[in-house]
């Protein structure tokens, strides 16, 4: 479990709310995920699943460099044409002990400059129309590009909430 402390290395109590900051790339009509990995001395939360690219928000950061910046972290990859899609605030995530607001934003892969992280272990860009099955998608990122094939059909007022 990853332990969130503040700008003065107190531990966050349980039951905050964090922001998140998750990215649906794209690249011709594919989208990039990131195989989570176990990392030595964290105990990672849906290892072994598929995730869309992204993490905690930084002290000091806006939203759209929380987002460029966790993309390049985890993936190496540049992105531009940043859109706000939606905003997860949902409570249900019983396996964890807070509640993160999560961020989804729509970006164009540019170039790759440099490898995954420690958190990824394999980068693989899926068609839109061959995702992995929805049980080996982590947290609510299934439902995120379940959401984003739909808008691609239809048109609606962005960001979606909830």
């Not at 440099?114 to 272990?121: F, G, M, N």
């Not at 998608?137 to 048109?155: P, R, V, W």
Request: with cysteine; hydrophobic share 40%; glycine share 6%.
């Amino acid at each position: 479990m990853i332990t969130c402390t503040f700008e003065n290395d107190n531990v966050a109590s349980p039951g905050l709310r964090h922001i998140t900051v998750n990215a649906i790339v794209i690249r011709n009509n594919q989208v990039l995920m990131g195989l989570r990995a176990p990392v030595k001395g964290l105990t990672m939360l849906e290892t072994d699943k598929w995730a869309l690219i992204g993490g905690f928000f930084d002290m000091g950061e806006t939203l759209i460099e929380a987002v460029k910046r966790e993309v390049m972290e985890e993936s190496g990859w540049e992105i531009d044409n940043l859109q706000l899609f939606r905003i997860n605030d949902n409570p249900g995530h019983p396996k964890e002990d807070r509640q993160n607001v999560d961020m989804i934003f729509t970006a164009r892969a540019t170039k790759q400059v440099s490898q995954h992280d420690q958190e990824i272990s394999e980068l693989k860009w899926f068609p839109l129309d061959a995702l992995p099955p929805r049980d080996q998608i982590a947290f609510d990122h299934g439902q995120d590009l379940n959401l984003y094939k739909e808008y691609l059909k239809i048109s609606v007022d962005l960001p979606i909430f909830g």
